[in-house]
């Protein structure tokens, strides 16, 4: 990975930048491969975390094992009904997006059930209707689809690194609560995940890519500068689940300092919300609402 000039203004070739978090200013250079001791004690508890420690592997692997085999029953039922289901899943750089997406998939049938992560709009595509590519890539019949960040990059990243106007970003506020009306009245089952996680979390992960060959290409030049711009990510975050919260459309925050539980938890929402054949409730388990709330109004 390329280094460049740190943004604190300190020697070529370091990317160290300095952190305003609680209440003190901290050095965080991703380059350095020994994580810095207040990441690491303040990661699993930061964004007030409920839980003390990791739900184990065991118990994991054995609940996500039976809330897969549902999965597998919701296609069926699709392919049998014709039922169109999307889930748009977003949240801050490493909150494990992917992760929950892959864990969804893992025995989905690929022909009915498939992943959308665009890339930058091309020439074209900018000169178009904001959400026509999108439309574009919407289920048919029978089908499942996933959004690994999806229209919502207008209501964070775009308008906090300037890759839209200030009235491109509030058109979109306004728009985009009508245009899923839209989708919902076609019988689209939507849903929309928000992965929160806390900023010492971000950062450990961050450090976690940076030094491990198998995951390098997960961390982006565009990871790098939003690193000083949390509270802009933030004041961004709760616009748009204050402007974009509706019945019709809801947001789901999901907790996931701890990956296993925001996996476990995202999926028995979906499947508790989704009236399939041959459910099994007792198999699906309870959603955790330490772990999953709606709205705005779940964030601290």
Same mark, same amino acid.
């Given at each position: 990975?390329? *280094?460049?000039?740190?943004?604190?203004?300190?020697?070529? #070739?370091?990317?160290?930048? =300095?952190?305003?978090? #609680?209440?003190?200013?901290?050095?965080?250079?991703?380059?350095?491969?020994?994580?810095?001791? +207040?990441?690491?004690?303040?990661?699993?508890?930061?964004?007030?975390?409920? $839980?003390?420690?990791? *739900?184990?592997?065991?118990?994991? =692997?054995?609940?996500?094992?039976?809330?897969?085999?549902?999965?597998?029953?919701?296609?069926? +039922?699709?392919?049998?009904?014709?039922?169109?289901? %999307?889930?748009?899943?977003? #949240?801050?750089?490493?909150?494990?997006?992917?992760?929950?997406?892959?864990?969804?998939?893992?025995? %989905?049938?690929?022909?009915?059930?498939?992943?959308?992560? *665009?890339?930058?709009?091309?020439?074209?595509?900018?000169?178009? +209707? $904001?959400?026509?590519?999108?439309?574009?890539?919407?289920?048919?019949?029978? =089908?499942?689809?996933?959004?690994?960040?999806?229209? $919502?990059?207008?209501?964070?990243?775009?308008?906090?690194?300037?890759?839209?106007?200030? =009235?491109? $970003?509030?058109?979109?506020?306004?728009?985009?609560?009508?245009?899923?009306? %839209?989708?919902?009245?076609?019988?689209?089952?939507?849903?929309?995940?928000?992965?929160?996680?806390?900023?010492?979390?971000?950062?450990?992960?961050?450090?976690?890519?940076?030094?491990?060959?198998?995951?390098?290409?997960?961390?982006?030049? %565009?990871?790098?500068?939003?690193?000083?711009? +949390?509270?802009?990510?933030?004041?961004?975050?709760?616009?748009?689940?204050?402007?974009?919260?509706?019945?019709?459309?809801?947001?789901?925050?999901?907790?996931?300092?701890?990956?296993?539980?925001?996996?476990?938890?995202?999926?028995?929402?979906?499947?508790?919300?989704?009236?399939?054949?041959?459910?099994?409730?007792?198999?699906?388990?309870?959603?955790?609402?330490?772990?999953?709330?709606?709205?705005?109004?779940?964030?601290?």
């Amino acid at each position: 990975m390329a *280094l460049e000039q740190s943004p604190t203004g300190g020697a070529p #070739g370091s990317r160290a930048v =300095e952190l305003a978090i #609680g209440g003190k200013t901290r050095v965080f250079d991703i380059d350095n491969p020994e994580l810095p001791k +207040w990441i690491d004690d303040d990661a699993f508890s930061s964004d007030d975390y409920p $839980y003390e420690k990791k *739900l184990s592997e065991e118990e994991y =692997e054995e609940t996500l094992t039976k809330l897969q085999i549902e999965l597998v029953k919701v296609q069926f +039922w699709m392919q049998a009904t014709g039922k169109r289901v %999307m889930a748009v899943f977003e #949240g801050r750089d490493a909150a494990g997006k992917g992760g929950a997406i892959h864990a969804t998939m893992a025995y %989905m049938n690929p022909r009915s059930a498939r992943v959308v992560a *665009l890339t930058k709009p091309t020439e074209t595509e900018r000169g178009q +209707w $904001y959400f026509q590519r999108y439309v574009s890539t919407f289920p048919t019949a029978g =089908e499942f689809v996933l959004f690994d960040r999806s229209w $919502y990059n207008r209501a964070g990243v775009e308008p906090v690194m300037g890759f839209c106007t200030p =009235e491109q $970003y509030e058109h979109f506020l306004k728009e985009t609560p009508r245009f899923e009306k %839209m989708i919902v009245n076609e019988n689209i089952q939507l849903f929309k995940f928000w992965l929160n996680i806390g900023r010492e979390m971000q950062l450990k992960r961050f450090h976690d890519r940076r030094h491990d060959p198998l995951k390098i290409w997960k961390l982006s030049p %565009m990871d790098i500068a939003a690193l000083p711009k +949390w509270n802009d990510y933030t004041e961004k975050r709760d616009r748009m689940l204050k402007e974009t919260h509706t019945d019709h459309a809801p947001w789901t925050v999901i907790r996931g300092n701890d990956k296993r539980r925001a996996r476990i938890n995202l999926i028995r929402h979906m499947l508790t919300k989704l009236d399939y054949d041959g459910k099994d409730k007792a198999a699906i388990g309870k959603v955790d609402d330490k772990i999953v709330g709606a709205g705005p109004g779940f964030l601290r």
